[in-house]
């Protein structure tokens, strides 16, 4: 059963799908995967080449979840 985060719509939870860490969109792509890659280094451009089924609001909302205080924090 999939859950939307009730802040961010493209926020879902699904304890079937990446352990039931917050995903986007229920893609499999944790958030805790999308910041990681821009805590290394990379942009948001190069983010969205490599995996084009993203988009940029789903980046967004992974940066904004986790500034809100998201549990998904990859640093702890």
């Known amino acids: ?4 985060h009730y ?3 493209r926020i879902t939870i699904d304890p ?4 039931g860490k917050p ?3 229920g893609l499999r792509m944790p958030v805790a995967s999308i910041l990681s890659y821009l805590s290394s280094g990379m942009t948001v451009e190069e983010i969205l ?6 988009e940029v609001e789903d980046i967004h909302q ?4 986790y500034h809100s205080g998201g549990r998904d ?3 702890t």
């Open 62 to 65: 992974a940066w904004s979840h």
């Open 23 to 25: 995903c986007i969109r």
């Open 73 to 75: 924090n990859p640093h």
């Open 1 to 4: 059963m999939e859950i939307r």
């Open 7 to 9: 802040r961010f719509d």
């Open 16 to 19: 079937n799908k990446c352990f």
């Open 49 to 54: 080449e490599q995996w084009p089924e993203l």
